[in-house]
């Protein structure tokens, strides 16, 4: 009985990273998709709304990131 609660204590920040991981996953999934819709409705801008594309999504992969650090910190 042991083992079986010593192999789960030790897996649960993988499974804190998972379940902080969808919170990023979701925030690109939205600026991609606010950068999509607004390139079909305004195709002449598409160059200026890329580079708030990447900043975005920059920064919501930084907040995953920052997630797999502290995962593997504590």
């Given amino acids: 009985m042991t083992s079986v ?4 204590n030790g897996n649960l920040s993988v499974v804190g990273y998972g379940l902080a991981a969808i919170g ?4 690109v999934g939205i600026i991609f998709a606010a950068y999509i819709q607004a390139s079909a409705r ?3 801008s598409a160059g200026f709304n890329r580079t708030w ?6 920064v919501v992969e930084a907040l995953a990131l920052f ?5 593997f910190a504590l």
Avoid: C, N
């Fill in 5 to 8: 609660l010593a192999e789960i």
């Fill in 67 to 71: 997630g797999l650090v502290l995962a």
């Fill in 42 to 44: 305004q195709p002449e």
């Fill in 53 to 58: 594309l990447i900043f975005g999504f920059a």
């Fill in 24 to 27: 990023p996953a979701i925030g």
